[in-house]
């Protein structure tokens, strides 16, 4: 479990991270489309008009946010928290630890939400949700459904706070040269997800990138202030869970287990608003890549084998996220 409270000011001064001498040793960390790209210059024109933090709450972008509470990188304004409303309750406790140092450093967090993932992947009335839910083919053979879920649920309520802060909600049209910067918690040994906005009224920065900092060197940092097991921010049902997650769940949290196997039962012959459209499913939706009921897998028998052990290092980042595998199987 992590510990509760929060770091110190004393022990927050004795960590350094990575200076820029560090970073220069490592792979370029520029993101492809800015390298091959039209020049930020002409794409961001003027100034920022703020500079926020997509906060997941998890060991990258917490580490981001503590380092502008410390002064270490410029302040941000806000960091803004995409709530799907399915996270462990340790991410909600980390989040919680979050908004008490951001309150003493005078950097709010806020949460956007675009409602609740497992509620409304359950509900017939609601809209359509596709998690990347595995799919057993009527041959047998194993496909995953196509993600849309972070998008709906993360990307577009962060989009939708930015316009309105902006002062332009949509379908107002945002002017060109109107932007914030919208930091993200890459770190170097993932550079590679580090990608240019795909609009021009936020300009993605990369502050652990600049810093030089790895993944282990956040932990590290984390470590120091007293928050060393930081959990992965990631829906509680996210099909990318490899075991060592899913027994985290099972052991930690009963009632978000109980939630868990329910959900995997509910959504085995599709999803209730397909069915109720009358667009059934052709085969049938896992939660576990063995394509077994959640609560038939042994999920102690696979310690130690890293496959299946482990899942997507970062969870669900909004803006830095893998697309999962291709859609194999259709779903309407
Ligand atoms: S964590 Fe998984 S289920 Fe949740 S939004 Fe991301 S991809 Fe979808």
């Known amino acids: 479990m992590m510990a509760s409270r929060p770091p110190s000011a ?74 799907t409303g399915w996270e462990p309750k340790q991410v909600y406790a980390q989040l919680d630890i979050a908004r008490r140092i951001g309150a003493r450093a005078g950097i709010p967090v806020l949460t956007v939400s675009n409602g609740n993932i497992r509620h409304d992947a359950l509900n017939p009335n609601a809209r359509f949700v596709t998690m990347p839910l595995f799919v057993k083919n009527p041959d047998g053979s194993r496909g995953m459904a196509r993600r849309q879920c972070t998008g709906d649920y993360k990307i577009r309520p962060l989009k939708k706070a930015v316009r309105e802060i902006l002062g332009y909600p949509h379908p107002l049209r945002v002017p060109r040269g109107v932007f914030v910067d919208q930091a993200i918690g890459i770190s170097t040994d993932e550079f590679h997800r580090a990608k240019d906005s795909d609009v021009n009224y936020t300009r993605n920065i990369f502050p652990l990138l600049d810093l030089g900092m790895s993944r282990s060197d956040c932990l590290a940092y984390l470590r120091e202030r007293g928050l060393g097991d930081v959990v992965k921010s990631s829906c509680i049902g996210c099909p990318y869970s490899g075991n060592s997650r899913l ?79 291709a859609a194999t199987v259709p779903v309407p």
């Open 10 to 83: 004393a022990r927050a001064a004795t960590s350094r991270p990575p200076t820029r001498s560090s970073a220069r040793r490592r792979p370029s960390t520029t993101p492809a489309a800015h390298r091959s790209g039209t020049p930020r210059r002409e794409r961001y024109p003027g100034r920022p008009r703020g500079r926020f933090l997509s906060l997941g709450a998890g060991v990258q972008s917490l580490s981001v946010f503590l380092l502008a509470c410390e002064g270490r990188i410029p302040r941000f304004d806000a960091a803004l928290f995409a709530d």
């Open 247 to 325: 027994r985290f769940i099972r052991d930690t949290d009963p009632q978000a287990w109980t939630d868990l196997i329910e959900f995997d039962k509910a959504i085995r012959n599709g999803s209730p608003r397909a069915n109720a459209e009358g667009k059934p499913l052709r085969g049938q939706f896992f939660i576990h890549r063995s394509l077994l009921p959640l609560d038939e897998v042994d999920l102690d028998a696979t310690r130690g084998r890293p496959g299946i052990e482990e899942d997507d290092p970062d969870g669900c980042s909004p803006f830095s996220c893998r697309s999962g595998p």
